[in-house]
């Protein structure tokens, strides 16, 4: 059985940072991309960033979040991770990570196969 679970979820000021894990079960995690999305309340669910599968590392983010956010992937592990520094208010949103079917990128917001139960960021002073 496939399973994904986020953790690092938390309250932060403007500025600050967090740090997301995901712990992938129940399937070759290195044979696959991975990527965080988010929600925002009263929003539709965002791509944020994506990991390619195998020994690489090429990694894409949107936009709003280039320079600020991180991924990164422990296969060994079986562990994705997320970086987030210099959160902003709009950064607020529930963060899911989520496997998608390749092992190459995809920024398509509804292309995975599997997600996880989600970890809430909130940045609030």
């Known amino acids: 059985e496939v399973q994904l679970e986020e953790s690092g979820g938390g309250l932060v000021q403007p500025g600050g940072s967090l740090s997301l894990s995901c712990a992938a079960s129940?399937?070759?995690?290195?044979?696959?991309?991975m990527s965080w999305v988010r929600q925002a309340p009263g929003k539709g669910l965002e791509w944020v960033s994506g990991i390619e599968g195998g020994s690489g590392s090429a990694a894409t983010y949107t936009d709003s979040v280039k320079g600020r956010f991180t991924i990164s992937r422990d296969n060994a592990k079986k562990t994705l991770y997320l970086q987030m520094n210099s959160l902003k208010p709009e950064d607020t949103a529930v963060y899911y990570c989520?496997?998608?079917?390749?092992?190459?990128?995809?920024?398509?917001?509804?292309?995975?196969?599997?997600r996880g139960q989600g970890t809430q960021v909130t940045v609030s002073s």
């Open positions: 989520a496997r998608y079917p390749s092992i190459w990128i995809s920024a398509n917001v509804y292309g995975y196969d599997y």
């Open positions: 129940g399937f070759a995690f290195t044979l696959y991309a």
